[in-house]
């Protein structure tokens, strides 16, 4: 943030304490006729640890069979259903639900607003997502089981699927559907709503990157929408978009998903990036380095990423000028993400800095993160990438972006921002912990993956030859330990939340900035009804 | 929330909902000319 904080905004401007009773809903109703957007946040979180939960538990059971070669548990039909119900399940319910709910705790606090500008759009667009979830999860028990074409969903596999597939494609609507509510929901509060003074670039980062993030969402989930409708025609209605024998092109579907797949990746990195700017300042007590230029290379990333989805695609016989064009311009997103990188670099660098649990996080997003991106890079380029596609190198690439990148900066918020939330400060001993525990296994089970692909493993497989048998074992380890470890996430949000632990004051962190840390902690029911002014 | 304020807030919100039926409607209506009517 442009170094705007909350000492600017006179005392009598927020009101902060006022929590109205006659307005405060309890029971049941509370929760389900929720328009209230620290509920419906709070919602949104739980909701997306329960699908981490399963997600993660799809994994281990993943893990379990690729423990050594040959077939122990399952048939490489019902394999590729938990590879890519695991896929889906933490794509669309864990990890973008959890910075929707981030979004909708923090960005009313951080611009002054006393709630999201639709509020029961907001209540129907998080009710959609368990519908979806369980239908996601119900498809595991119809005939033929869940659908097993990859998260990808690529065509001509879809055509092959059992009624599985029309589950998913339904649930995939819906979290679209809600997705787009809520990013549609997200954009007007932040251009509408924004307190007296706060200017766009006053504005911390956090509601910088989310903004940019639902545009993204706003301009590529109708494109997922339309894709998966197509598949649903070409299974059911006698169409042939994506079916070369009616003269249509499966390639075309993959043209279609990878124009909304891309941008889907930093619409899952993006709010992880304003977290930990938000985060860094803190802990460094430094103003974040280069505000201005965060926020160019924000919507710099957002915009190249409408432009590089063909890379994806190498292997499918492209002209060799378009796998040029494609290969430079991945590459090119490698300088506004290197701006990021260098400026929370800079923020540290001479700061005071102390590592409590949400820099921990942090510091370890930016160290393994890089890593992701790096290998990103290396994959960028397509003479690499024909060598190494579909192999365990790209599972390990986008684990180290989206597990090390978005989990740990969700984690990193959460930990930063959980006094806020419940009024407590969480254990700090637990945290760090959870922190080594993590940071430790997750790299025991994705870094050994890069050796693995770089040897010819390819992803996807219930059964490996016995070369790979090591490098597999280490994985699977790692994986549950990975797993076991994420258990004092829950153990310190339980502590939390039942009001243990030191009651946390309105700002919990000493160089902390934002509206956010002006109101009492935890936050009332009610905050900034009436307009704090920023100055 | 001000009448006024949930007044713009509802246009802001119905134009961004004509993207997304538009940018829908385009993609498929695309492929379909593509596909039946080239």
Redesign the interface.
């Known amino acids: 943030m442009s170094s705007v904080t909350v000492d600017h905004v006179p005392g009598k401007a927020h009101d902060h304490s006022h929590d109205h009773g006659h307005a405060m809903p309890h029971g049941w109703r509370r929760w389900l006729f929720a328009t209230n957007h620290k509920d419906i946040g709070t919602m949104y979180l739980i909701f997306s640890l329960t699908m981490l939960f399963e997600g993660g538990a799809l994994a281990l059971l993943l893990r379990t069979e690729l423990f050594e070669p040959g077939l122990q548990f399952f048939q490489p039909e019902l394999f590729n259903q938990f590879t890519t119900m695991h896929g889906l399940i933490m794509v669309f319910g864990a990890v973008m639900p959890a910075f929707v709910g981030f979004a909708n705790w923090m960005i009313p606090l951080q611009i002054g607003a ?2 999201m ?2 509020a029961r759009m907001n209540n129907f667009s998080f009710w959609l997502l368990p519908v979806a979830a369980i239908l996601l999860t119900a498809s595991f028990f119809v005939p033929g089981g869940a659908t097993a074409a990859g998260w990808t969903l690529y065509a001509p596999l879809t055509m092959q699927m059992g009624p599985g597939m029309d589950l998913a494609i339904f649930a995939i609507h819906i979290m679209g559907a809600s997705s ?1 509510m809520g ?3 997200i ?2 509060t932040i ?3 924004r307190a007296p003074g706060m200017t766009l670039m006053k504005m911390p980062m956090f509601c910088w990157t989310w903004l940019i993030t639902a545009y993204l969402l ?2 590529v ?3 997922l ?3 998966i ?2 598949v649903l025609t070409d299974r059911h209605f006698g169409t ?2 994506f079916n070369a024998a009616a ?2 092109d499966p390639v ?1 579907y993959q043209h ?1 998903f990878w124009f909304f797949g891309h941008p889907e990746v930093y619409i899952m990195i993006l709010p992880a990036f304003g977290i930990v700017s938000a985060i860094v300042p803190a802990f460094a007590r430094k103003q974040l380095f280069g505000y201005a230029s965060m926020v160019y290379a924000t919507a710099s990333i957002a915009i190249l990423s409408f432009i590089v989805w063909a890379h994806h695609m190498f292997t499918t016989g492209m002209p060799v000028t378009g796998q040029l064009y494609f290969m430079y311009a991945t590459m090119l997103i490698s300088i506004p993400t290197g701006v990021k990188v260098f400026n929370w670099v800079a923020t540290m660098w001479r700061g005071s800095m102390t590592f409590e649990t949400p820099m921990l996080f942090s510091v370890g997003f930016i160290f393994v993160f890089t890593i992701g991106g790096f290998t990103g890079l290396i994959l960028s380029m397509a003479p690499i990438d024909i060598q190494v596609h579909d192999t365990y190198y790209v599972v390990a690439h986008f684990h180290y972006v989206l597990v090390a990148g978005s989990l740990f900066a969700l984690f990193a918020g959460a930990y930063y921002w959980m006094p806020k939330w419940t009024g407590r400060m969480y254990d700090e001993r637990l945290g760090k912990w959870h922190f080594w525990m993590s940071m430790i296994s997750f790299n025991v089970t994705f870094f050994p993956m890069h050796f693995l692909g770089l040897a010819g493993m390819p992803r996807r497989y219930a059964d490996y030859a016995a070369q790979f048998t090591d490098f597999h074992a280490i994985a699977t380890v790692g994986a549950f330990w990975f797993g076991l470890s994420q258990l004092i996430f829950v153990w310190v949000i339980i502590k939390s939340y039942s009001g243990k632990g030191e009651p946390a004051p309105a700002k919990p962190w000493e160089a902390a900035e934002g509206l956010e840390w002006t109101v009492p902690s935890p936050a009332p029911f009610h905050t900034f009804e009436t307009p704090p002014v920023v100055k | ?1 001000t009448p006024e ?1 949930r007044r ?2 509802k246009i ?2 119905i134009v ?2 004509i ?3 538009a ?2 409607a385009f ?2 209506g695309r ?1 379909v000319i593509n ?1 039946y009517f080239s």
């Open positions: 006393s709630d500008a639709f787009i990013a549609i929901n954009v007007v251009l509408n709503m706003i301009a989930m109708p494109v929408a339309a894709a409708t197509m042939g978009f003269g249509g075309l279609i | 929330m304020q713009k807030n802001v919100g961004f909902l993207i997304v039926v940018l829908f993609t498929v492929q596909i």
